[in-house]
């Protein structure tokens, strides 16, 4: 286990005014480089100047910040970025993160990334092909592998994910763009209590690291696909108490394609999420639903509320996930259409399956499945399952409305997925394990909580913890 003492003075003041922590469980505890308390001025634009466009310090509270060009947190430098900021990119744009980045937005004052200029069009039935949700009109942040810290909180990143022209620098970070990404397999990563709106494939990419991904809002995400969380290469936390609507394919997704050398496969904790009409514009057959484990990946998942989504809870055998150390169970349906009620266990034919249905879930499988049944096998379900285990949204689309077409449930708008009191799934979870916690927990350079598993099912507690929104 590695101390971090150091007789720096920055590393010392971080110490003091942050207190000692230890690391446990062999866990290294990261300690950030302290921001450098350079005032970042709002007057002008930033990146307008291609020779000298690395930023540096502190986007001061309340502040405005255009972004004519693109902008770099240099490697060892570190940008914060105070509460109530709103950030403006004019262009296909975005910043390119090889030091730390720090983005502290609250409750009260979030912070925004946005384009100005871009209307949502959250309405039923809306084109795809013009809604600039779904087409990207600014890059994103990208995090370069030398990046050793993100923590974004209490945040709104809308309208990213615009394909990186040729002549970009962000280009030398990571070629693709995503409105969120990460890359270093060494490094941390946080994201909590935010809200993730349009992009044209993944709004959230990461590729290995420790990572507490909590309580947040994933809406309208994935143009003809991407998932909420499309994550690889040995990605090791937490995702909970989300909520995800409309993603074009999946909710969280993971895998243990490109993992480095050394660095343990990608294993996370998936739990107490709720995860509205999912998959239904993904371009390929057989791809798209609620939860993936793919390539390698093992984890849990436990506790989400799935609705509407075009498949239930998915582990592919080719290349196999790993099984040996995937559980899960406690997990609720709800199916308003034959197709989904036949696909709440996916069947073998598009190359996925689960080993066994858990006599945990919510409708019990006895109830649908036909008598004979075996994993992985094509069913006809019962269809007295269809719009019977309503879970009682405070203001849901439980049952469809009328008119509408799965695929057109994709954002949020006047919807309320809070629970009534009266909702089957008050207390239906199941409690009896633990988050894995793999990131430091702190105000500034942490998770400021890792929420613990649920006993009501879903990312909304009767009691008020879970997800904020």
Known sequence: ??????????????????????????????????????????????????????????????????????????????????????????????????????CLGTKEKPNVF????????????????????????????IGGASCP??????????FGGAAIPATSGIKQVYASPYPVFFQNPNGVFIFEDSWLYGSKDDPLRILGGKVSIMRN???????TGGEALNGKAGLRGDFAYNLCIGMATNAPKLSNAGAVAGVPGSNMRIYNNTIVNCGYRRSS??????INFEEGAGGMAYNNLIINCKFGLRVVQNPIADTANLRYGYNFTYAD?????????????????????????????????????????TYSSNTSI?????????????????????????????????????????????????PRADVPVDPVYG????????????????NGYGNQH
């Open 447 to 462: 998770a400021t909580e890792i929420t613990p598993p649920g006993k009501d099912i879903g990312a909304f507690q009767l």
């Open 1 to 102: 286990m590695k101390k971090y003492c150091s007789i720096n003075i920055l590393l010392l003041a971080a110490m003091l005014f942050f207190g000692c922590k230890k690391a446990t469980d062999n866990k290294d505890l990261y300690i950030a480089p302290i921001a450098i308390a350079t005032p970042i001025s709002d007057a002008g634009c930033l990146g307008s100047d291609p020779v000298n466009n690395a930023v540096k310090g502190t986007m001061l509270a309340g502040k405005t910040y255009t972004v004519c060009g693109d902008i770099f947190v240099n490697d060892k430098d570190t940008l914060t970025i105070q509460e109530g900021v709103t950030i403006n990119f004019t262009g296909k744009y975005g910043i390119g993160v090889r030091g730390t980045f720090i």
């Open 114 to 141: 946005t384009f100005p200029g871009a209307v949502k069009t959250d309405t039923y039935g809306a084109d795809p092909n013009v809604d600039p949700a779904l087409n990207g009109q600014w890059i994103g942040i």
């Open 217 to 223: 809002t994933f809406e309208k995400c994935g143009y």
């Open 337 to 377: 259409s034959v197709a989904v009620a036949n696909n709440i266990y996916p069947t073998i034919a598009i190359s996925v399956c689960i080993s066994t249905a858990p006599a945990t879930d919510i409708p019990t499988p006895s109830s649908f499945l036909p008598v004979g049944w075996t994993s992985g096998a």
């Open 149 to 158: 810290l993100m923590v974004i909180k209490w945040t709104h990143v809308e």
């Open 386 to 434: 269809l719009g019977a285990n309503n879970p009682q949204f405070v203001n849901g689309p439980c049952p469809m409305p009328a008119g509408l077409k799965l695929r057109d449930i994709s954002f949020v708008g006047k919807y309320n997925f809070h629970l009534k009191s009266t909702s089957p799934c008050i207390g239906k979870g199941y409690i009896g394990f633990t």
């Open 285 to 290: 057959a057989g791809r798209g639903g609620s």
